[in-house]
Nanobody, 124 residues
Framework: QVQLVESGGGLVTPGGSLRVSCAASGRTFSDYTMGWFRQAPGKEREFVAAISVRGLYTLYADSVKGRFTISRDNAKNTVYLQMNSLKPEDTAIYIC?????????????????WGQGTQVTVSS
């Protein structure tokens, strides 16, 4: 059974940085695209970033491009999201997702396993 467990969320002031992690288990990590989504109160879940199986190709939402970096360590079965220059509008639950295959896509329908999420709050 696939499990995705996020960690590293917290409270940070505007302009600050934070790194969240997602540890995966249950199937061969290096065979699947990984993604990050987020959901703010009262809003729909939105795509943040995705990374290909070997980490050579990444995709970002326009709202985070240039500020966030997704990476993965296949030896540790872990995907990361480094978030810099954080803004109050980045406040959300950040959710890790594992793709159905090797396609790198922003659509949630391309991901079949989801974590519980980790809260990121950007506030002064």
């Amino acid at each position: 059974q696939v499990q995705l467990v996020e960690s590293g969320g917290g409270l940070v002031t505007p302009g600050g940085s934070l790194r969240v992690s997602c540890a995966a288990s249950g199937r061969t990590f290096s065979d699947y695209t990984m993604g990050w989504f987020r959901q703010a109160p009262g809003k729909e879940r939105e795509f943040v970033a995705a990374i290909s199986v070997r980490g050579l190709y990444t995709l970002y939402a326009d709202s985070v491009k240039g500020r966030f970096t997704i990476s993965r360590d296949n030896a540790k079965n872990t995907v990361y999201l480094q978030m810099n220059s954080l803004k109050p509008e980045d406040t959300a639950i950040y959710i890790c997702a594992q793709g159905r295959n090797r396609a790198v896509d922003r659509g949630p329908y391309n991901y079949d396993y989801w974590g519980q999420g980790t809260q990121v709050t950007v506030s002064s």
